[in-house]
């Protein structure tokens, strides 16, 4: 039996950097008619008519965990210089080769955006689809602390986080099943061990899969989805020198595969403005 699930315990192994898993997460990314790896294309497009608004035309912007360059692409197409991080080779990979046959200038790097140099004077920096709700308490505070030092003066920050109410579309569980050929976890036969619980005092849902296959040690992958109020955000950014300038509910109308219960951020550097 698995042990129980620790608060914000990380797994060595991740969806992110797995190759097999990586490339069913690409091909997630691309179907643009559901919601699972990135949101379906309606939303993306209403979200990036959102951020135009709010980022002067030519921008430099950064779009932190870009994927397949879904977002950065549509933004380049409107004019703005696009540079693009995420710690997935089989993402950056389609990106790149997806920019050339576009004929767009996007950079393009495979980088964790936590230990790795994310560069400077930025415009705007984005960071789409909650992926700063799936970083524990301390990574939030490391990436905001490069986010504010890579800001220019003026610049913004625009992310999205889940509300309260993913709670409504959550639930504990365990479970474990036998897979007798190629899944989404694995290529060859290979037990399926599965847990999903709830930190109710820490506001976060913790999601483990261990993949059991013969003749290998045993993989564990974990991720943490936190939800928040606008003061818990508020007293976030407080906290490591950013500034909330708007809220915005009203961009995810529904989601198929989570929670619709969205807010979207964006800030400033305290004594920037």
Known sequence: MMNELKLYQRS?????????????????????????????????????????????????????????????????????????????????????????????????????YIKDDIGMNYDAIICIYCDFGALIPEEQSVLLKKIRNALLDDGIFIFDVFKTGLCDKMQEYRNWYYSDGESFWCVKPHFILEESKHFIDYKTWGARTVIIEKGKESREYITWDNYYTENDIKKILNNNGLNIQSINMELVSENEFTSNEVMFIEAYKMGGK
């Open 12 to 112: 060595d192994n991740s969806i992110w950097t797995d190759g097999h898993i990586s490339k069913n997460m690409l091909s997630a990314h691309l179907d643009l008619d559901i919601d699972a790896a990135s949101r379906n294309i309606k939303t993306i497009e209403k979200t990036i008519e959102w951020i135009v608004h709010k980022i002067p035309k030519g921008a430099r912007i950064l779009d932190l965990g870009c994927g397949p360059g879904l977002y950065s692409s549509l933004l380049a197409k409107k004019g703005y210089s696009v540079t693009g991080i995420d710690i997935s080779k089989s993402s950056i990979s389609y990106a790149m080769n997806k920019a050339i046959e576009e004929n767009l200038l996007i950079d393009y790097q495979c980088l964790d």
